[in-house]
């Protein structure tokens, strides 16, 4: 690692977040070639620049290629660059960004998109380490380091044909596994604090502090399920924000949820959404009426809302007030005789 490198961006102390940097920071010791395999928002692009940041490469180019975004047709060219007339349109001659990342590090971002043919050219340039621009004579030296990702098992990609095997051999000499977000959701507080605060920095708004997210709705976000890993998380706090102004509450997740309910926890195996639903909600009034000793009344204040509104909730997901309790509690039983009907 050089002088001065950025601090981690990866936020999280959980045991799969702690293994994640162990081999992170051996690897970025290594001229190696890396793959990332991780879901789509679990943080691979994240993981690979800061591979990078922590490398004796970090004063030097760091070169991101979306092989999703690149039409077939311009693959070659947009990579490899391309010489004067080499095609209709082609005034001058382009340095590829194989070309402009120098020394440092290109990162071929879901590199299972790049065509077959483009993927035997990549092959040919880290083999030699040496490159040529479209229509060029003479060839280019290629000192860059190679750091992809993969959203998909690479094992499925070679069976359908998506993924030459050997070219996925020649990148595959250090392989990083991204946890998905499901795995760490001990880590959802510090990712919260810490997305809130980005996104306070992205709006702009230096007169007023990033919105403030209570421990209760902390704890609701904790038992989701995050199909989207942190991208999602981070798309649902810029909702909450949005709507709720400067300090998210529980009932403000309740409502995020009922319309997301493919985040909702307690999947049963089937996958059903309206039992994914009805156990979150079930979670959630269950733990107001513990934290409230059984009582309605007392629940419905701590989630913020009216006490008919919350006897509604609690009769639509069947949750009764003595779920909260031991049975035959004492304390259960008055608080029920308190609250009334």
């Not at 692009?45 to 940041?53: F, I, N």
């Not at 970090?58 to 007339?85: D, F, R």
């Not at 070679?158 to 991204?178: G, P, Q, S, T």
């Not at 919350?310 to 949750?319: N, P, T």
Request: with cysteine.
């Amino acid at each position: 690692m050089i002088a001065g490198a950025p601090a981690c961006p990866i936020v999280g102390k959980s045991a799969a977040i702690r293994d994640l940097l162990s081999v992170v920071h051996r690897a970025a010791r290594s001229d190696a070639n890396v793959v990332i395999f991780g879901e789509r928002g679990s943080g691979k692009e994240l993981v690979a620049r800061h591979l990078h940041d922590r490398s004796p490469r970090a004063c030097k180019p760091y070169v991101t290629v979306n092989c999703a975004a690149i039409p077939e047709t311009l693959q070659e060219s947009e990579l490899m660059g391309h010489e004067k007339g080499a095609f209709t349109g082609a005034e001058r001659e382009h340095a590829g960004l194989l070309e402009q990342a120098g020394a440092g590090t290109v990162f071929l971002d879901e590199v299972g998109d790049a065509c077959l043919r483009m993927q035997a050219k990549l092959l040919r340039v880290l083999q030699e380490r040496r490159l040529r621009r479209v229509l060029g004579l003479e060839e280019r030296p290629f000192p860059a380091r190679v750091i992809s990702a993969l959203n998909r098992p690479p094992e499925d990609l070679i069976a359908e044909k998506k993924l030459r095997e050997d070219f996925y051999e020649r990148l595959n000499v250090i392989r990083i596994d991204v946890p998905p977000l499901r795995d760490r959701l001990e880590d959802v507080p510090l990712l919260a604090t810490a997305l809130l605060d980005d996104l306070w920095r992205e709006a702009g708004r230096p007169e007023a502090g990033p919105a403030v997210i209570v421990p209760e709705a902390v704890g609701l976000l904790s038992g989701l399920r995050w199909p989207g890993n942190v991208r999602a998380l981070k798309n649902a706090l810029a909702s909450l924000a949005a709507l709720h102004g400067d300090q998210i509450r529980p009932e403000h997740v309740l409502e995020y949820v009922a319309s997301h309910p493919e985040c909702a926890a307690g999947a049963p195996q089937d996958g059903s959404l309206p039992a994914r639903e009805r156990a979150f909600y079930s979670q959630a009034l269950v733990e107001y009426l513990r934290r409230a000793a059984g009582s309605m009344r007392g629940a419905a204040k701590l989630a913020g809302i009216d006490h008919q509104r919350f006897r509604r909730l609690c009769a639509k997901w069947r949750v009764a007030a003595g779920e909260a309790m031991p049975p035959g509690s004492l304390t259960s039983q008055s608080a029920q005789e308190r609250d009334g009907p």
